[in-house]
């Protein structure tokens, strides 16, 4: 069953560490801008699938938080949310993983289900075609003679 969230509005995501992202619901629009970022648009071809994943985090960060909590400069002052400063938390690998685990997973987990093969309408096998053909069982039969 696919959970649909019709809430437009921003929720809170607690990375861990005593960092909270407010961001905004992960929606088509949103995943579509991310795709045609420069960043993510112009990646080299040869470019390891790590690399992907970080540079499309980091563009889906750039444009899905709202606010945060948890986040200061060395001498303790809140820092405001800017485009450097997602870079910044994102370079820090238990944020990375727990922002991709938690919010950019989800929109790909959704997506690859689209790739299963659905049920037929009247049950699992109703549409299958047997392949196995029955082995006939002979009565004995009689000696030729």
Known sequence: MIRIELSP?????DLGHGVRL????????????TRS???VR???????????AAI???????????????LGDADGNVLPVTPEGIDALLSLWPIFEA???HYVSRGMLLDAEK???APSLTGTSAGAMATARPVKRNAKTAPRG
């Not at 407010?22 to 801008?33: S, Y």
Request: net charge negative.
């Open 115 to 117: 790739n299963g093969s």
């Open 99 to 101: 922002f991709n685990l």
């Open 37 to 39: 970022d420069p960043a």
């Open 22 to 33: 407010l961001l905004l619901p992960l929606t088509t629009a949103l995943m579509v801008a």
């Open 9 to 13: 509005e921003p929720q809170w995501l």
């Open 42 to 52: 112009d990646l080299d071809p040869e470019a390891s699938n790590d690399t992907r």
């Open 56 to 70: 499309f985090s980091g563009a889906l960060a750039r444009r899905a938080v709202v606010d945060w909590e948890g």
